[in-house]
């Protein structure tokens, strides 16, 4: 196991059952030396190799203003991580209703 990984278990296992956010991981490890390419891209392959599980997430509301000086509100959503979770596990299968967009 790499180093980075290793690190990145290491904060989700002391985030759960809550979880820790993605940006947060990254944040954290970019501090302690870690490029955050890196860890971006071993966050993805550690969920598509079910290492991680996302239990939740965190909605973010950010307002500013365009470039005409108009307000706009757009929305934003962090998936929130633990360690793999078998109970978890299937929500990572996503399948559309039939019928929808």
Known sequence: MTAVVVAILELAERFEPGGVTMGRIVDT???EGFR????EQELWRMLAQRKLTP???????VRRRDGVG???QARSYELLLIPWSQDLDRQLE???VEGEP
């Open 29 to 31: 490890l970019e501090g």
């Open 36 to 39: 955050p390419e890196l860890v």
């Open 55 to 61: 239990c939740g997430y965190v909605c973010r509301k």
């Open 70 to 72: 108009e307000l706009e």
């Open 94 to 96: 996503l399948q559309l």
